[in-house]
């Protein structure tokens, strides 16, 4: 798809592979090893796959593929990770929830990626474990400002979440973000939501949301949840931002090695990861629309994996359902 877009504008891209995660493990011993990190830092954009895998899954390993992916966020400083939530009629059959639930939902999710309990101090013994959760007012606020930016160009509403009423960690984030749009974004509506609300209010009322922000943890659990709403994990892109908007794009699902090898996995994740790489990274908005239209071009033509398809319906392999998105991308243009 990369290749195809960059035809359409005019555009060689220069795409260059390295290994992360389980793959680099057995290649270096390491999951983000020294020449990775360099390729890292030199792109303009990564467009990364999942890092894991039955062969690296104890969770009592030392070394853990998923250590790879962290050190590449922190590498590239990519604090802030948007995770787009958008339902479209023809995947409504798809989702647990009733249709009515899901009519105009288009939801910005803007997680905090870099702080918090992923990357606090841990330890653990026989008796005891610790992970501890810390955030900075410099790291709250530069997302939180993301955020505001971001709403500005949708529908200017922020829905912060956090957990105020037990953590002092939210306290600060709810403390910090109340000041920030105060001062610099009057023009957006912030509202604050508890975690736990707003888990329920993704599938309640959906449609109200239009921009989320939240701490790292809160996020990668809220976004989880609101793939039910887009009928499936494998339809959900994301993009990892620093302050230049050099970009890490990935889908939010992980390796399913329960398909592994099966060539049946949903590709449209990865393939609207494309597109907000070509939006936030290369600067490109309309081929990234094109991209995004395609997809769900495609899907509405009743071309389905077997993770969205109609019950009864045939299921494309994934490299049949990327050739019916590239055939749409095409006819596009």
């Given at each position: 798809?990369?290749?195809?877009?960059?035809?359409?504008?005019?555009?060689?891209?220069?795409?260059?592979?390295?290994?992360?995660?389980?793959?680099?493990?057995?290649?270096?011993?390491?999951?983000?090893?020294?020449?990775?990190?360099?390729?890292?830092?030199?792109?303009?954009?990564?467009?990364?796959?999942?890092?894991?895998?039955?062969?690296?899954?104890?969770?009592?390993?030392?070394?853990?593929?998923?250590?790879?992916?962290?050190?590449?966020?922190?590498?590239?400083?990519?604090?802030?990770?948007?995770?787009?939530?958008?339902?479209?009629?023809?995947?409504?059959?798809?989702?647990?929830?009733?249709?009515?639930r899901?009519?105009?939902?288009?939801?910005?999710?803007?997680?905090?990626?870099t702080?918090?309990?992923?990357?606090?101090?841990?330890?653990?013994?026989?008796?005891?474990?610790?992970?501890?959760?810390?955030?900075?007012?410099?790291?709250?606020?530069?997302v939180?400002?993301?955020?505001?930016?971001?709403?500005?160009?949708?529908?200017?509403?922020?829905?912060?979440?956090d957990?105020?009423?037990?953590?002092?960690?939210?306290?600060?984030?709810?403390?910090?973000?109340?000041?920030?749009?105060?001062?610099?974004?009057?023009?957006?509506?912030?509202?604050?939501?508890?975690?736990?609300?707003?888990?329920?209010?993704?599938?309640?009322?959906?449609?109200?949301?239009?921009?989320?922000?939240?701490?790292?943890?809160?996020?990668?659990?809220?976004?989880?949840?609101?793939?039910m709403?887009?009928?499936?994990?494998?339809?959900?892109?994301?993009a990892?931002?620093?302050?230049?908007?050099?970009?890490?794009?990935?889908?939010?699902?992980?390796?399913?090695?329960?398909?592994?090898?099966?060539?049946?996995?949903?590709?449209?994740?990865?393939?609207?990861?494309?597109?907000?790489?070509?939006?936030?990274?290369?600067?490109?908005?309309?081929?990234?629309?094109?991209?995004?239209?395609?997809?769900?071009?495609?899907?509405?033509?009743?071309?389905?994996?077997?993770?969205?398809?109609?019950?009864?319906?045939?299921?494309?392999?994934?490299?049949?359902?990327?050739?019916?998105?590239?055939?749409?991308?095409?006819?596009?243009?």
């Amino acid at each position: 798809m990369l290749a195809a877009a960059g035809q359409a504008a005019g555009e060689k891209f220069e795409i260059r592979e390295a290994l992360i995660g389980g793959a680099a493990m057995d290649a270096t011993g390491e999951p983000f090893p020294i020449d990775t990190r360099a390729l890292c830092k030199e792109a303009d954009a990564v467009l990364l796959g999942a890092v894991g895998g039955p062969r690296w899954s104890d969770p009592n390993a030392t070394v853990r593929p998923e250590q790879g992916l962290l050190d590449m966020r922190a590498a590239m400083q990519v604090y802030a990770n948007l995770r787009p939530v958008k339902t479209h009629p023809a995947l409504y059959a798809a989702s647990p929830l009733k249709p009515d639930r899901l009519e105009g939902v288009d939801i910005l999710v803007v997680r905090e990626l870099t702080g918090g309990v992923y990357f606090g101090e841990k330890s653990r013994d026989e008796n005891s474990a610790r992970d501890l959760c810390a955030y900075t007012r410099h790291e709250i606020e530069r997302v939180v400002r993301m955020a505001g930016e971001l709403a500005r160009g949708r529908r200017a509403q922020v829905a912060s979440v956090d957990k105020a009423n037990v953590m002092d960690t939210s306290r600060l984030w709810r403390s910090v973000t109340t000041e920030v749009y105060a001062k610099d974004f009057s023009d957006v509506q912030l509202e604050h939501v508890l975690a736990d609300a707003a888990m329920m209010h993704l599938l309640s009322r959906p449609a109200d949301f239009d921009v989320i922000v939240t701490e790292n943890l809160f996020g990668d659990l809220l976004t989880d949840e609101a793939s039910m709403l887009s009928g499936s994990l494998g339809m959900l892109p994301s993009a990892s931002l620093n302050a230049d908007r050099r970009g890490l794009f990935e889908p939010i699902h992980g390796s399913a090695p329960d398909i592994a090898g099966k060539g049946i996995a949903n590709p449209c994740g990865t393939i609207l990861s494309v597109a907000m790489l070509l939006r936030y990274s290369l600067g490109l908005e309309e081929l990234a629309s094109r991209v995004e239209t395609a997809v769900f071009a495609a899907v509405a033509a009743g071309h389905r994996t077997g993770d969205i398809a109609e019950p009864g319906g045939a299921a494309l392999g994934s490299e049949a359902m990327g050739d019916a998105i590239l055939a749409a991308f095409d006819a596009a243009g």
